[in-house]
C-alpha cells in the first residue's frame, strides 16, 4: 500500500491546482476512492487487491481469504513474496472472462481466478522513466497519464502530457492516446466508462471545465459540454447527471443543454456532502466527523428520496456494486469495510455486513 499512496500522493500534488479549479472534491466521481481500481465484483463476490496481494470476499458470507491454494503456504514469507498465488506485487484488478488481471510493476500479468497460472501478460505500457499517473482498470481498459519534460524556459520546466487507455483483453493490442496536452495548462478527471465510451472532464487555468466522450472503439473524442460551474458528471444517453459536492444534484439535457435541479443540498449541513450516480440511482453522502458515520439518502434518477440511513464506522462509499454498497472503515479507510445489501435500504431495515480483510503485514 505504501507504493499506491507515494503515487496518489504525487498526483493530488500535481493535479492539486486543477482538481481545486474543478470542484473542490480532490478525488474522482465514478473513479471512487483511488484512481486505481483495487475491488471488483463478479457473480459470486468481490476480488480486492490490497498490500500486492490478491483476496476474495464470498458475496453470501463476507467471509474474505487470500486467493492462493497452496499447500503450507506461508501467504506472508518475506524472504520469497512470490511464493504465494495471491501476490501481484501491484495493486489494481480487474477480471475479465474468468482471468484476474493486474498492474504488476512493469507488466500487466494475468491468473486463474483461483491464484494459479500467473503469467506476465503485457509488458508495461507506461513509462516508468518520467512522471506517471495511474487510473488505473475500468472493465478491460488500463488508463495511465506520462508526463514528459519537453523543454526549459527561463528555468522553467515545460511538460508534456499524454493520457492512453489499452485495452488488456488481447495482448496484441495497442496504447490509444486520448488526449495530450501542455503540463500545468490542464488537468484531466476521467469520470466513468460505458459502452466503450470513456466520459472524462477537462479543467483549463482560465476556469473552463469540459465533459468529453471519447469512444474507446473507434478513437473519436467528442464535446458534450462547456462550462465554469464546478461538479462532477454522470453520463447516461444525451443526459448527464450533475453531481455538486454540498449543493445538490442536476440534470443536464445534453442537446439542448437545459438544467434542472433533482436534489437540493442541505447548505446549513456543517459537514461535506458528496453525490454519486451509477445510472439506477443518486446517492447522497455525508460523513460525519464527529460520530464517524456517514448518512446516506438513496434517490431515484428522478430525485424522489428512496431511502435514509446511517452507516455506522463507515468513513465514505467504497464501491457501488450490483446489489451492494461496499464502505470503508473508519480506522483503515483504504480497505473496505462495511456492506450493505440495496434491497435491505430499499426495505427501510438496512443490513450491515462486516467485510475482514485480514491485516498481513504489521509493520505497515
Ligand atoms: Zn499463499
Keep these: 500500500m505504501k507504493r499506491l499512496c507515494v503515487y496518489l500522493l504525487l498526483g493530488v500534488i500535481l493535479l492539486f491546482p486543477f482538481y481545486a479549479a474543478i470542484g473542490e472534491e480532490a478525488l474522482p466521481g465514478q473513479w471512487f476512492i483511488t484512481n486505481t481500481k483495487t475491488m471488483v465484483e463478479t457473480t459470486e463476490g468481490y476480488y480486492i487487491s490490497y498490500d500486492g496481494f490478491v483476496f476474495f470476499c464470498d458475496k453470501e458470507s463476507f467471509e474474505t481469504k487470500l486467493v492462493c491454494a497452496r499447500h503450507n503456504c506461508l501467504h506472508q514469507n518475506e524472504m520469497h513474496l512470490s511464493d504465494c498465488d495471491a501476490y501481484i506485487d501491484g495493486f489494481g484488478i480487474t477480471v475479465i472472462s474468468d482471468?484476474?488481471?493486474?498492474?504488476?510493476?512493469?507488466?500487466?500479468?494475468?491468473?486463474?481466478?483461483?491464484?494459479?497460472?500467473?503469467?506476465?501478460?503485457?509488458?508495461?505500457?507506461?513509462?516508468?522513466?518520467?512522471?506517471?499517473?495511474?487510473?488505473?482498470?475500468?472493465?478491460?481498459?488500463?488508463?495511465?497519464?506520462?508526463?514528459?519534460?519537453?523543454?526549459?524556459?527561463?528555468?522553467?520546466?515545460?511538460?508534456k502530457d499524454f493520457f492512453y487507455a489499452i485495452d488488456v483483453s488481447d495482448r496484441d493490442n495497442q496504447k490509444v492516446l486520448i488526449e495530450e496536452w501542455d503540463g500545468l495548462e490542464k488537468a484531466i478527471i476521467p469520470?466513468?466508462?460505458?459502452?466503450?465510451?470513456?466520459?472524462?472532464?477537462?479543467g483549463a487555468m482560465n476556469g473552463d471545465i469540459n465533459l468529453w466522450r471519447f469512444d474507446l472503439k473507434t478513437q473519436k473524442r467528442t464535446q458534450l459540454y462547456c462550462t465554469q460551474e464546478k461538479g462532477?458528471?454522470?453520463?447516461?444517453?444525451?443526459?448527464?447527471?450533475?453531481?455538486?459536492?454540498?449543493?445538490?444534484?442536476?440534470?443536464?439535457?445534453?442537446?439542448?443543454?437545459?438544467?434542472?435541479?433533482?436534489?437540493?443540498?442541505?447548505?446549513?449541513?456543517?459537514?461535506?456532502?458528496?453525490?454519486?450516480?451509477?445510472?439506477?440511482?443518486?446517492?447522497?453522502?455525508?460523513?460525519?466527523?464527529?460520530?464517524?458515520?456517514?448518512?446516506?439518502?438513496?434517490?431515484?434518477?428522478?430525485?424522489?428520496?428512496?431511502?435514509?440511513?446511517?452507516?455506522?464506522?463507515?468513513?465514505?462509499?467504497?464501491?457501488?456494486?450490483?446489489?451492494?454498497?461496499?464502505?470503508?472503515?473508519?480506522?483503515?479507510?483504504?480497505?473496505?469495510?462495511?456492506?450493505?445489501?440495496?434491497?435491505?435500504?430499499?426495505?427501510?431495515?438496512?443490513?450491515?455486513?462486516?467485510?475482514?480483510?485480514?491485516?498481513?503485514?504489521?509493520?505497515d
Design 99 to 159: 482471468r484476474i488481471y493486474y498492474q504488476g510493476f512493469d507488466t500487466i500479468g494475468r491468473m486463474q481466478m483461483d491464484g494459479t497460472g500467473h503469467e506476465e501478460w503485457i509488458p508495461a505500457p507506461w513509462d516508468r522513466n518520467t512522471q506517471q499517473e495511474e487510473y488505473g482498470f475500468q472493465g478491460k481498459y488500463y488508463f495511465y497519464v506520462n508526463e514528459y519534460i519537453d523543454s526549459v524556459e527561463n528555468t522553467i520546466l515545460q511538460m
Design 191 to 202: 469520470l466513468q466508462v460505458s459502452d466503450d465510451s470513456l466520459y472524462y472532464m477537462t
Design 232 to 363: 462532477m458528471y454522470y453520463c447516461k444517453g444525451d443526459k448527464a447527471y450533475i453531481l455538486q459536492v454540498n449543493q445538490g444534484v442536476s440534470l443536464l439535457d445534453l442537446n439542448t443543454k437545459e438544467k434542472r435541479v433533482l436534489v437540493t443540498g442541505d447548505q446549513t449541513n456543517p459537514y461535506y456532502t458528496q453525490y454519486y450516480c451509477d445510472g439506477r440511482y443518486i446517492y447522497s453522502m455525508t460523513t460525519n466527523t464527529d460520530n464517524f458515520s456517514c448518512d446516506m439518502i438513496l434517490y431515484n434518477l428522478e430525485g424522489e428520496e428512496l431511502a435514509h440511513t446511517e452507516i455506522p464506522s463507515a468513513s465514505y462509499l467504497y464501491l457501488i456494486g450490483q446489489d451492494h454498497l461496499i464502505f470503508g472503515g473508519i480506522e483503515a479507510p483504504d480497505v473496505p469495510h462495511v456492506a450493505v445489501p440495496l434491497n435491505s435500504l430499499l426495505q427501510g431495515e438496512p443490513v450491515f455486513r462486516t467485510i475482514n480483510v485480514p491485516e498481513l503485514f504489521a509493520y
